[in-house]
Antibody
Framework: QVQLQESGPGLVKPSETLSLTCAVSGYSISSGYYWGWIRQPPGKGLEWIGSIYHSGSTYYNPSLKSRVTISVDTSKNQFSLKLSSVTAADTAVYYC????????????WGQGTLVTVSS | SYVLTQPPSVSVAPGQTARITCGGNNIGSKSVHWYQQKPGQAPVLVVYDDSDRPSGIPERFSGSNSGNTATLTISRVEAGDEADYYCQVWDSSSDHYVFGTGTKVTVL
């Protein structure tokens, strides 16, 4: 069974870059699947950030596209999120998740990690 | 961009049926996925591709999709079904995903 675990700083200063990593176990990233990031501001709904295929093809939320980079490291079996020029509005629980194919539902999720943007 | 609208809340008595709607322009032409999220937990996929259930999801959870409305139906509601529910689609015209606004289901 696929397991995902997010890691990264819990506090980021405004205007800096948020960086998170999602370690995948129970499955080799290079075997297929799509990998994605979703976030949830405190007390609010889910927001799709973007997804990546093991080959490196990426898909981003248009509202975040100018600030987001998702990458994959098959040698470490992990994928990463970078969000630049963060503000308080980027404070959220960030989840990593997997997609069996692009267009399907996210079937496996990490537990989520809270990132607070504050000076 | 594509918008999915859900009612903020639905209340249902134990043993009854809860229906959660997800409205979107011609949503019937898209595949809809549904997630259950309990407080402090990650979302769980309960229905995918309109009406299919992942392994381990009770048959009490079912879905339908037609026209401008998709519906998640929870039959014989239990106290453990109390949660937030989100619909989601892949918008092929823009090649990205969209989540609905979310519905809080309260079991009376």
């Amino acid at each position: 069974q696929v397991q995902l675990q997010e890691s990264g700083p819990g506090l980021v200063k405004p205007s800096e870059t948020l960086s998170l990593t999602c370690a995948v176990s129970g499955y080799s990233i290079s075997s297929g699947y799509y990998w994605g990031w979703i976030r949830q501001p405190p007390g609010k709904g889910l927001e799709w950030i973007g997804s990546i295929y093991h080959s490196g093809s990426t898909y981003y939320n248009p509202s975040l596209k100018s600030r987001v980079t998702i990458s994959v490291d098959t040698s470490k079996n992990q994928f990463s999120l970078k969000l630049s020029s963060v503000t308080a509005a980027d404070t959220a629980v960030y989840y990593c998740a997997s997609l069996y194919y692009y267009g399907s539902g996210y079937d496996y999720w990490g537990q989520g990690t809270l990132v607070t943007v504050s000076s | 961009s594509y918008v999915l609208t859900q009612p903020p809340s639905v209340s249902v008595a134990p043993g009854q049926t809860a229906r959660i709607t997800c409205g979107g322009n011609n949503i019937g032409s898209k595949s809809v996925h549904w997630y259950q999220q309990k407080p402090g937990q990650a979302p769980v996929l309960v229905v995918y591709d309109d009406s299919d259930r992942p392994s381990g999801i009770p048959e009490r959870f079912s879905g339908s999709n037609s026209g401008n409305t998709a519906t998640l139906t929870i039959s014989r509601v239990e106290a453990g079904d109390e949660a937030d529910y989100y619909c989601q689609v892949w918008d092929s015209s823009s090649d990205h995903y969209v989540f609905g606004t979310g519905t809080k289901v309260t079991v009376l």
